[in-house]
């Protein structure tokens, strides 16, 4: 899978920053992964591409040190702003490459978290990165979305082929079982922990699941299709997913997602 440059990661999470907050499935799948992490209290925690904050928030009521790192400024302050409203001290921010991290020495952390952020990094430099910066026996933890899932991006990209546009499923070079443990091992994780768990959408996120889809990893075509054909695009979109819940609920609003912890 070829990844998008860092400017245009910047610039799509920078524009999605103000409504990022509502995706409740992201928070909710960053809260599991933390608890599949079984942190201790005195860990000290990367969460790497932690956007507006989900799974630093969770760990933070946890552990003495969290540091979170994001490229995304705008993600950043809404993430700054959760924790002031929370009142939780003990959460660094920092704006930088989570893949390039060296102003932190091999070992600084017990824990590294990457939740539903790999699409957008080059996985082999992300992954080797995360397990320099671990202390031996530290632990990763990530969750990705298994391939073809969910159905509302299926019908996304559906959609956009019949206007012309060359989409692709980002979560499919790491959403089997096999695929994530192999990219763990290759980067020289041991002790590897898959589990793999349904999540089901809740009104928000399907209500924002066209602006989610239109700005996803892999879907870069269809932003490049004219206003017309995105007007099109989004009218053939949002007809599809109202038939498919009329239909077949239950395939629109659960979703699979896969989590593996392991050990350096």
């Known amino acids: 899978m070829s990844h998008v440059g860092l400017g245009d990661v910047v610039a799509r ?49 946890q552990v003495t040190r969290v540091v979170g790192v994001d490229v995304s400024a705008a993600m950043l302050e809404q993430a700054r702003r959760s924790l002031d409203t929370l009142g939780l001290g003990n959460v660094e921010l920092v704006q930088a490459d989570a893949t390039a991290l060296p102003q932190y020495a091999d070992g600084s952390f017990d824990a590294v978290m990457g939740a539903t ?56 070079p790491l959403g089997s079982v096999a695929s994530l443990r192999a990219a763990l091992r290759t980067a020289g994780f041991d002790d590897i922990t898959p589990t793999e768990e349904s999540i089901e959408f809740m009104p ?23 206003a017309s054909d995105q007007d099109k695009l ?3 979109f949002l007809a599809e997913m109202s038939e498919t819940l009329d239909r077949d609920r239950a395939s629109l609003v659960n979703a699979e997602m896969l989590y593996a912890v392991a050990r350096r």
């Open 117 to 172: 952020v790999l699409l957008y990094m080059p996985v082999d430099r992300a992954l080797r990165e995360w397990r320099r910066l671990l202390r031996p026996g530290g632990k990763v933890g990530l969750s990705v979305m298994r391939a073809g899932s969910p159905r509302a991006s299926q019908i996304f990209r559906s959609c956009a082929r019949r206007l012309g546009a060359e989409v692709f499923d980002p979560s499919a």
């Open 204 to 226: 928000v996120d399907l209500a924002m699941a066209w602006e989610s889809n239109l700005r996803s990893a892999g879907h870069e075509a269809a932003q490049r299709l004219s």
């Open 234 to 236: 989004k009218s053939m």
């Open 13 to 61: 999470f920078d524009r999605r920053a103000p409504t990022y907050n509502r995706n409740e499935w992201h928070r909710r799948s960053a809260e599991r992964l933390v608890e599949l992490l079984s942190l201790k209290s005195g860990d000290r925690v990367l969460d790497a591409g932690t956007g507006t904050g989900f799974a630093a928030i969770a760990a933070a009521s």
